[in-house]
């Protein structure tokens, strides 16, 4: 499974600040120049707050807040994800996307750690992510509104691209994802989507000034005229 | 004032009924230009106005919910450039216009747009749109702290409360800076009243306080 997870960052720039929270909850501040997907939700570019849910039941719920942490945006069941090495800095896997689209966030893995979270979609969203990987993707009944409570106790499948619901352990392979480098691009904030702000006078006032002077100087060369005539 | 022209020939006075009939020609076709452009504009809106109340009364009920996160059914992956987006009114100003993806000119001829890069109405996050100040956006002149505007879309309908009015440079593109509260910005030329590229840009920005017909 997985074979072809794409790979980091392509196309999404994203900036890991050092990390500020504690090994407890992972947390985490992202910044991502460009949209991403989670699961249930589309995050605008921006800086988010990643870190596990304060769950000893299930040490697999991600929560993603604002950079402020005063808004959440949801709750996402993960699984563990395992790595061969353990990666410095924070990594981010995506699941390969049309260019027009938001990355998709596969798993996230903290620095230092060989477990990650990937992550679970919810099911019509999985479905067609696996269509579109080729792919089986992770899913659940979930939604990025529960409760970590709600999802301790979630049961986890895989959905193929042919719609077939089949066992986690099926669908992962025995190898683990192949070590990805890590580039911590240099600081930058999230840049604004355009240079200037749109051009919004429409060239109407200036061509009805244009309409409104050729029709009085029409007038007034056709009175000289037949004034001198 | 007594204007004296002399003719000394036929020839001068065929120029002067030439160039009578020349501009009476172009003022029309400029003219005739405008009223296009307003009647297409008209007929667009009028057109998309009636598809998009048709789309809302027959949407699934699951689309709009009370929640600030984005639904499964995103409108970051239904809309493609140049597509329907939705409807933006302030009901005091009876300011109610279409808004597609996008502010290509095409786009902004017809009906307001979504910049692209900024989040959609259903993300948390600022929403940008764009409208002609010479069309759509016109009213916006009277706006004022405290005015609701709500953006009805296939995923919801969330209401705004006008925090601020500004007038910025165009290079002043921080009022689209991604902000950590859901908020919209319109943005719209200034002055109102300027033939010509305006130097300046008029920008309305509102806070998320909630999201009509959520129940």
């Given at each position: 499974?997985?074979?072809?997870l794409?790979?980091?960052l392509?196309?999404v720039l994203?900036l890991?600040l050092?990390t500020?929270?504690?090994e407890?909850?992972k ?11 989670i ?5 605008p570019?921006?800086q988010y707050?990643?870190k596990l849910?304060?769950s000893?039941a ?6 993603v807040?604002?950079a402020?942490?005063?808004q ?6 993960a699984i563990p994800?395992?790595?061969m090495?353990?990666a410095?800095?924070?990594l981010?896997?995506?699941d390969?996307r049309?260019a027009?689209q938001?990355?998709?966030?596969h798993?996230?893995f ?5 477990y990650?979270?990937e992550?679970?979609y919810?099911r019509s ?7 579109e990987?080729h ?6 009944d979930?939604t990025?509104t ?5 999802l ?7 959905v193929?691209p042919e719609?077939?619901e ?10 683990p ?13 999230a840049?604004?989507?355009e240079?200037e ?6 060239p109407l006032p200036?061509i009805?000034?244009l309409g ?13 005229r037949?004034?001198?005539? | 004032?007594k ?7 036929s020839?001068?006075h ?11 020609i172009l003022?029309?076709v400029a003219l005739?230009?405008c009223?296009?452009?307003y009647?297409?504009?008209?007929v667009?809106?009028?057109?998309e106005?009636w598809?998009?109340?048709?789309a809302l009364?027959?949407r699934p009920?699951?689309l709009?919910g009370?929640?600030?996160v984005a639904?499964?059914q995103?409108?970051r992956?239904?809309?493609?450039e140049g597509?329907?987006?939705g409807r933006i ?5 009876a300011l109610?216009?279409m808004v597609t993806?996008?502010?290509k000119p ?19 996050g600022n929403?940008g749109?764009?409208?002609?100040r010479?069309?759509?956006?016109r ?9 609701i ?5 296939l ?18 593109i ?6 950590s509260?859901?908020?919209?910005t319109?943005?719209t030329c200034y002055?109102?009243?300027y033939v010509g590229?305006a130097p300046?840009r008029?920008i309305?920005?509102?806070?998320l306080?909630?999201?009509a017909g959520?129940?």
């Amino acid at each position: 499974m997985f074979k072809k997870l794409a790979v980091l960052l392509t196309g999404v720039l994203v900036l890991s600040l050092p990390t500020f929270g504690d090994e407890w909850n992972k947390k985490t501040l992202l910044t991502f120049s460009q949209p991403v997907e989670i699961p249930g939700v589309i995050l605008p570019a921006g800086q988010y707050v990643f870190k596990l849910a304060d769950s000893n039941a299930n040490r697999h719920i991600v929560q993603v807040f604002n950079a402020d942490q005063d808004q959440i945006f949801a709750t996402i069941l993960a699984i563990p994800h395992y790595r061969m090495q353990p990666a410095d800095k924070t990594l981010i896997l995506f699941d390969e996307r049309r260019a027009d689209q938001p990355q998709a966030i596969h798993a996230w893995f903290y620095p230092g750690a060989l477990y990650g979270q990937e992550f679970v979609y919810p099911r019509s969203r999985a479905l067609e992510l696996a269509r579109e990987t080729h792919q089986p993707v992770l899913t659940g009944d979930v939604t990025p509104t529960e409760t970590p409570t709600e999802l301790e106790k979630t049961p986890v499948v895989a959905v193929t691209p042919e719609n077939k619901e089949v066992e986690v352990a099926e669908a992962i392979e025995t190898a683990p994802a192949a070590p990805t480098q890590w580039t911590v691009p240099a600081p930058a904030v999230a840049p604004a989507p355009e240079k200037e702000l749109p051009e919004t006078a429409s060239p109407l006032p200036f061509i009805a000034l244009l309409g409104v002077s050729s029709l009085g100087l029409a007038w007034l060369l056709k009175t000289i005229r037949s004034h001198n005539s | 004032m007594k204007v004296t022209v002399h003719w000394s020939s036929s020839r001068k006075h065929r120029i002067f009924r030439y160039a009578h009939i020349t501009f009476a020609i172009l003022g029309c076709v400029a003219l005739g230009a405008c009223a296009f452009a307003y009647f297409n504009a008209g007929v667009f809106q009028a057109y998309e106005r009636w598809h998009f109340e048709k789309a809302l009364l027959a949407r699934p009920r699951g689309l709009a919910g009370p929640s600030p996160v984005a639904p499964v059914q995103s409108l970051r992956l239904a809309v493609k450039e140049g597509v329907l987006l939705g409807r933006i009114e302030v009901p005091r100003l009876a300011l109610s216009v279409m808004v597609t993806e996008g502010i290509k000119p095409r786009n902004l001829r017809l009906a307001a747009g979504h910049i692209p890069g900024t989040a959609f109405p259903d993300e948390p996050g600022n929403v940008g749109i764009a409208g002609h100040r010479d069309m759509f956006f016109r009213r916006l002149r009277e706006i004022r702290q405290g005015d609701i505007i709500t953006f009805t879309t296939l995923a919801g309908s969330p209401e705004y409360s006008v925090e601020w009015t500004r007038v910025v440079k165009p290079k002043d593109i921080d009022v689209l800076d991604v902000s950590s509260q859901p908020v919209l910005t319109l943005v719209t030329c200034y002055p109102f009243y300027y033939v010509g590229p305006a130097p300046e840009r008029f920008i309305v920005r509102a806070r998320l306080i909630g999201r009509a017909g959520s129940s």
